[in-house]
Each structure stands twice: as structure tokens, then as C-alpha cells.
């Protein structure tokens, strides 16, 4: 939600608790969907860092601006590649998990390399207000290894092959939602590019919020 702080803020608003309603109905009625039914809650956490860099920025105080950024960045490329091929692991059978440990790996990977460095490096990561969008500027280490366009293409198959392959149906649909989101993101608006909710993914999350709080009581999982 890159349009403006209070649009990040009320996204924030509606989603942290809304996120939290869900991952209490998914306790009661099947814990193995808890991580998934969180999204929408680090998600929310996400869109408040973005509207904290808005009033950081807007107010004159670059440094707030860079911690906001970082914490943003924190979510983007650490929360998100691990966070969600683990979800799906404790949702599929015991049979098909060790792939999903797989990408979770490669993600803390990834997200190890892609943001240490701006911890270390305080200009790597460049923040820059537009009338309608925040526009992250880095400097990546694997620019020199891989290029730009394949860090991305492993960023983006870390974190929405584990939903398309998932058993379970909600995961899917909602991997194919963010699949949805994230080409809108890159056709339209590719120097933001690592907010890849940006405009679409309150609304996916909503869908998950929708669709966990209609799961039935847990049965027994399959081996």
C-alpha cells in the first residue's frame, strides 16, 4: 500500500488485527494452518514500517527513515522466503516436507546476503519519496554474481512455488493471488519493486483471512 501513510496505516490497522482473529480461529480449529493464517498480520507490521518511512521522510528525519526502511527490507527479503515455504510445510503431509525445508533454507539464504549488507553499509539502501509511491534504491552483492533479474527470479520462486505446489487448496489460491500481484507489480511499476503487496496484497491477504476462517476442524493428516 506504497500510495500514502495513512493508506499504510489504516492497511495496518485493518489487517494486524484482523490477521490476529485469524491465527486464533486457526489455533481452535487446526494449529497446522497457524503460520499461514499470520501472514496477513506480518504483512500488516510491513504496511506500518512503510507509512512510518512516509511521516520520517515527509518530516524531515532521514535517519528515522533509514531504520523504517531497514525494517521494511527486513520483512521483504528475510520474513517473506522463510516465512512462507514454512508455513506450507506444517500444512503438508509428512511425506512431502523436506522439500518445502528446502526453500525455507534457501530463503534465510537469500535474505542473509540481499540484507546484512545494508546493515553494514549504511548507503546501500536508498529511500525516495514519489507523490504516489516510495521508491527503494539498493545496492545488491549479488549484482555481481547473478545479476538483478535472477536474484529476483529466485526470490520470487522461493517464496510462490511453495504455495502453487501446496496440497492444500487455500495455499494455492493464494500463491496464485501473489503470482498475480507481483506481475501487475513488475509490468507497471518496476522501480518498486520489492514491495511486491504493494497495491495487491491486502487484498490477497484478505482472501486468506476469508478462506482459514471457513476450515473445517482438523482431521487427521495424511502420511
Given at each position: 500500500?506504497?500510495?500514502?501513510?495513512?493508506v499504510?496505516?489504516a492497511a495496518?490497522a485493518?489487517l494486524?488485527?484482523?490477521g490476529?482473529?485469524t491465527?486464533?480461529?486457526?489455533?481452535?480449529?487446526?494449529p497446522?494452518?497457524a503460520?499461514l493464517?499470520?501472514?496477513?498480520i506480518?504483512?500488516?507490521?510491513?504496511q506500518?514500517?512503510?507509512?512510518?518511512i512516509?511521516?520520517?521522510?515527509s518530516g524531515?528525519?532521514p535517519?528515522?527513515?533509514r531504520?523504517?526502511?531497514l525494517?521494511?527490507?527486513?520483512f521483504a527479503w528475510?520474513a517473506w522466503?522463510?516465512w512462507l515455504?514454512v508455513?506450507?510445510?506444517f500444512?503438508?503431509?509428512?511425506r512431502r516436507?523436506?522439500?518445502y525445508l528446502?526453500?525455507?533454507?534457501?530463503?534465510?539464504?537469500?535474505?542473509a546476503?540481499?540484507?546484512?549488507p545494508?546493515l553494514v553499509?549504511?548507503?546501500?539502501?536508498?529511500?525516495?519519496?514519489?507523490p504516489?509511491?516510495?521508491?527503494?534504491?539498493d545496492?545488491?552483492?549479488?549484482?555481481?554474481?547473478?545479476?538483478?533479474p535472477m536474484?529476483?527470479?529466485?526470490?520470487?520462486?522461493?517464496?510462490?512455488v511453495?504455495?502453487?505446489?501446496?496440497t492444500d487448496?487455500?495455499?494455492?489460491?493464494?500463491g496464485?493471488?501473489?503470482?498475480?500481484v507481483?506481475?501487475?507489480?513488475?509490468?507497471f511499476f518496476?522501480?518498486?519493486?520489492?514491495?511486491?503487496f504493494c497495491f495487491?496484497?491486502?487484498?490477497?491477504?484478505l482472501y486468506l483471512?476469508?478462506?482459514?476462517?471457513r476450515k473445517?476442524?482438523?482431521s487427521?493428516?495424511?502420511c
Open positions: 500500500m506504497c500510495l500514502s501513510a495513512p499504510s496505516f495496518a485493518l494486524i488485527p484482523t490476529g482473529f491465527v486464533a480461529t486457526a489455533l481452535r480449529r487446526d497446522r494452518y503460520m493464517a499470520a501472514l496477513p506480518l504483512l500488516g507490521l510491513q506500518l514500517m512503510e507509512g512510518f512516509w511521516v520520517a521522510g524531515g528525519d535517519e528515522g527513515a531504520l523504517y526502511s525494517a521494511y527490507m527486513f528475510v522466503p522463510i515455504p508455513s506450507v510445510y500444512i503438508e503431509p509428512h516436507r523436506a522439500a528446502v526453500f525455507a533454507v534457501a530463503g534465510a539464504a537469500l535474505g546476503v540481499q540484507f546484512i545494508y553499509h549504511e548507503g546501500w539502501l536508498q529511500v525516495t519519496l514519489l504516489r509511491a516510495i521508491r527503494y534504491s545496492t545488491e552483492l549479488l549484482d555481481a554474481v547473478i545479476g538483478r536474484t529476483y527470479l529466485v526470490y520470487v520462486t522461493i517464496i510462490i511453495p504455495l502453487l505446489l501446496s487448496r487455500t495455499a494455492r489460491v493464494f496464485s493471488l501473489v503470482a498475480l507481483l506481475a501487475v507489480t513488475v509490468g518496476q522501480w518498486a519493486y520489492i514491495s511486491v495487491g496484497g491486502a487484498a490477497a491477504s483471512i476469508w478462506a482459514l476462517s473445517p476442524a482438523a487427521p493428516a495424511p
